[in-house]
């Protein structure tokens, strides 16, 4: 299975683009693809996450495997697939070209006005999510969550969530799945520059989160994602800690995650070269 497994994701990225996505496992979700769901995929996707898991169908556990394939996310009952639902209209109502595409997680539903402040120019999607991880992204990408859109450009920050099952996924896994989404919306949108920001610090040097995220952004670096010429890596590291490691604690709220106005300014600080220059000129 390891094997197979590093075959069917170790493909070059432009391979990937050119053809139709595959994934190394197969589910039982009844719907793979689409939107709206049928009332079989509604009923499967709101049963608990790990009922749904590769291998919960044949009694295997297959923990690599999880952040690579597609999963629907859950959580107060039925309250993730509607927010899902909710993005899915929003983008609905969007069809055609926008200048940006976000995608992620908390951080980055959570741009907020500060999106508004630092680009004002800019017609974008933000289809972030809380507590979502690599392969609840892919199954929203697949499931009507980017349908009709035509970004110019596409900025995805995801894995932090990730790390909460690295214990049992192991590192790797997780940096494939930041790959598999960066193959995903590449395969969706070719032609769009994507941005793919490296996962930000949390916590503090020595704790399990904060060393998992760092080794997780190291094995990123050994995928080469932006051996592809049409994709940009974006390391803020540095810019969110000190010299000794730790937080640069203005950049963030008190829970040591999630971002400050200060931090979105310091993110839109770093993001602003990649929008406004070599990818294209500001609207």
């Known amino acids: 299975m390891k094997k197979a497994y590093s075959i069917l994701l170790g493909a070059s990225l432009a391979s990937a683009t050119a053809l139709a996505l595959e994934y190394p496992h197969v589910t039982a979700e009844p719907q793979k693809a689409g939107w709206p769901l049928t009332e079989e995929e509604r009923t499967y996707v709101l049963k608990a996450e ?22 629907a996310g859950n959580w107060g009952g039925s309250s993730w697939l509607d927010l899902h639902a909710k993005l899915v209209a929003e983008v609905r109502a969007n069809p055609g070209p926008i200048d940006m595409l976000l995608v ?31 392969q609840n992204v892919l199954w929203r990408l697949d499931h009507g969550g980017v349908a009709g859109l035509e970004p110019k450009t596409v ?14 996924t192991g ?8 790959e598999m989404c960066v193959r995903n919306l590449r395969e969706k949108f070719p032609g769009a520059p994507l941005i793919v ?14 060393e998992d995220i760092k080794k997780t952004n190291a094995s990123l670096d050994l ?3 932006n051996a592809d010429s049409n994709v940009r890596v974006l390391d803020l590291w540095s810019d969110f ?24 300014a310091v993110y839109a600080e770093k993001l ?6 070599p990818l294209r000129k500001e609207p």
Do not use: C
């Open 171 to 178: 590192i790797e896994a997780a940096a494939r799945g930041i």
């Open 197 to 210: 920001a490296k996962i930000l610090p949390a916590h503090a040097p020595g704790n399990r989160f904060y």
């Open 223 to 225: 995928l080469k994602l």
């Open 241 to 264: 800690t000190n010299p000794d490691g730790t937080l640069k604690r203005e950049l963030f709220t008190s829970d040591n995650v999630h971002l400050s106005p200060a931090g979105y």
């Open 155 to 168: 900025l995805l920050m995801i894995g932090n969530n990730n790390m909460f099952f690295t214990p049992e």
């Open 272 to 277: 602003r070269p990649l929008l406004v220059g």
């Open 50 to 71: 790990y009922e749904r898991r590769p291998g919960s169908e044949s009694g295997k556990h297959l923990p690599a495997l999880w952040p690579v394939v597609p999963s």
């Open 104 to 134: 992620g997680d908390s951080i980055t539903i959570q741009w907020g006005a500060s999106w508004t402040q630092n680009f004002p120019k800019f017609k974008a999607v933000n289809i972030g999510i809380g507590g979502d991880k690599t």
